[in-house]
Nanobody, 120 residues
Framework: VQLQASGGGLVQAGGSLRLSCAAS????????MGWFRQAPGKEREFVAA??????YYSDSLKGRFTISRDNAKNTMYLQMNSLKPEDTAVYFC????????????????WGQGTQVTVSS
């Protein structure tokens, strides 16, 4: 499974970004996919996951971030609104047959990460 994340960039506080993660290889629509982020000096943090119609979010981010998926394109998205400087991080996408594994960050396939920087 290969994952390619894109869409990061520099945005002002209050702005929006949409990240994309294109999956290829053995990845199928039955795989769960998710987003994590890692800020400088901090541990990697779960952001959101999706499998089928079910979506899971970090409690602290729910309401501002929306995860979605286009199975026809084998691509997952993360719409991020009302961005804050503390959202600055490298965002990684992940995939695994099990959504529990995705959410726990265990045994996942990982993308290379895309940098999101939110200026104040």
């Amino acid at each position: 499974v290969q994952l390619q994340a894109s869409g990061g960039g520099l945005v002002q506080a209050g702005g929006s970004l949409r990240l994309s993660c294109a999956a290829s290889g053995r990845a199928s629509s039955s795989y769960a996919m998710g987003w994590f982020r890692q800020a400088p000096g901090k541990e990697r943090e779960f952001v959101a996951a999706i499998r089928g119609m079910r979506k899971y979010y970090s409690d602290s981010l729910k309401g501002r971030f929306t995860i979605s998926r286009d199975n026809a394109k084998n691509t997952m998205y993360l719409q991020m609104n009302s961005l804050k400087p503390e959202d600055t991080a490298v965002y990684f996408c992940a995939a695994h047959p099990s959504v529990a594994s995705v959410a726990a960050g265990i045994n996942n396939y990982w993308g290379q990460g895309t940098q999101v920087t939110v200026s104040s």
